[in-house]
């Protein structure tokens, strides 16, 4: 990553992914937001992309949202894709991501999740689910199982982020079978909801075991299982998915059946991202071992 | 207000008033307006066309069910109808964890790594 100071805004400029892979996209988010002091207006420069990955390009999306910092991709060689994309400003309304789908066809836009318009903000999620359900296709039980992490990670952003507003992305590759998605948010963060909620001073690591442990910030006992069972329906009921979630300077790996928590120093996300990879199913899928 | 009232109860059919994917628990709020707003004693929830209900918004559906019914003023009865497989399932789920709360806490024993060490295992 190219760092350059333009008078008081740093000019931010993007490297090429050096592959698609999980983990790959999280080392390209960490060299891209590595030093940087979240809320500090960026200048994003995207010239040199010539393809993009969700782990990336929605977290900037919502930086460049968060923070009203710039970007440019007047040079870039995918200047088109993006633009079918929304990116960043993403669609907001039931009307707009109707009017992007019908105009290009395989492309989903980034959706923006808004907490206030309770009902319009669900029908959006649906359509959503339903244009990710459709590019996947119809096999017994796929429409749960797409549905589902879908529902309880966008659920959880706007139960625990504090934050009128949510991000959504998905990208099929045709040609490897398989669709990542991305959800995220510029809340308060695992670690901090901990703290304000249960009065627990736990690091990013900590917070991120408790989520994963179940232990809810709410009273009812029988909750708490969103994102586990997520992780357990992306990894274990998708043959060969991958998950992870970050918040702070921490993030939970899961992939190939191997957990890590890994620190990222000198990187701080004020929120929480989260990125999933699931293969297109070939068979019917059944979740309900996996709901707990 | 979307219902239906017969002699004895009143119908609401959801998909008219939710999206066709529940995902929230804002479904409860948004149902409680309109079963309140009834004079029936009992409210029958028609889940045609209801593709996909999340856990969570189960779990809200099945605590105001309770509610309603624990109410001594304005006390409903809540029953649900039309659900397909997938919705039935769900909510059945989550119904037996209400009654029965798993005990005991899942395990979570992840490795412990840094990016550089994460990054160069991935590429080794």
């Not at chain 1, 900590?206 to 990894?235: L, P, Q, W």
């Amino acid at each position: 990553m190219i760092v350059l100071n333009i008078g008081t805004m740093k000019n931010i400029v993007i490297p090429k992914p050096s592959s698609e892979s999980l983990i790959a996209q999280l080392g390209s988010l960490y060299s891209v937001l590595k030093n940087v002091n979240f809320g500090e207006r960026l200048e994003f420069d995207l010239s040199s992309l010539d393809w993009v990955i969700p782990l990336l390009i929605l977290p900037i999306s919502a930086y460049i949202n968060e923070t009203q910092s710039k970007f440019r991709i007047d040079e870039c060689s995918i200047k088109g894709y993006l633009e079918k994309i929304s990116f960043p400003r993403g669609v907001s309304s039931i009307s707009s991501f109707q009017r992007q789908i019908q105009k290009h066809k395989s492309y989903i836009p980034i959706s923006i999740l808004d907490k206030k318009e309770k009902i319009d903000r669900e029908r959006l999620e649906a359509l959503f689910s339903e244009k990710i359900f459709k590019t996947l296709g119809n096999v017994a039980g796929a429409q749960n199982a797409i549905c589902y992490p879908i529902a309880e990670l966008v659920t959880n952003i706007f139960e625990h982020s504090k934050k009128d507003s949510g991000f959504i992305f998905g990208q099929f590759y045709s040609t490897k079978n398989y669709l990542d998605i991305c959800i995220v948010d510029c809340g308060r963060g695992l670690t901090k909801t901990y703290k304000e909620e249960k009065g627990l001073i736990l690091t990013d690591a900590e917070a991120i075991s408790e989520a994963m442990k179940g232990n809810s910030v709410k009273k009812d006992k029988e909750r708490g299982y969103g994102i586990r069972t997520s992780k357990n329906i992306i990894c274990k009921a998708f043959k060969g998915g991958g998950f992870i979630l970050l918040s702070g300077s921490c993030a939970l790996v899961s992939v190939r059946q191997k957990e890590k928590l890994v620190s990222l120093p000198n990187f701080y996300w004020q929120g929480t991202i989260i990125t999933y990879r699931i293969p297109k199913p070939t068979a019917s899928i059944d979740i309900s071992s996996y709901i707990e | 207000m979307k219902t239906k009232k017969s002699q004895n109860s009143a119908t609401i059919k959801i998909n008219k008033l939710l999206a066709p994917i529940i995902s929230s628990r804002d479904v409860a709020e948004v149902l409680e307006d309109t079963i309140k707003k009834t004079d029936n004693k009992s409210v029958v929830l028609d889940f045609s066309n209801v593709k996909f209900i999340s856990r969570s918004a189960a779990h809200a559906l099945l605590l105001l069910k309770e509610k309603f019914e624990s109410k001594v003023l304005n006390k409903k009865e809540l029953s649900f109808i039309n659900a397909d497989n997938d919705v039935a399932e769900m909510l059945r789920i989550v119904a037996a964890n209400r009654a029965f709360p798993r005990v005991k806490k899942p395990e979570f024993n992840p490795e412990k790594t840094d990016i550089t060490s994460l990054l160069k295992e991935a590429t080794a």
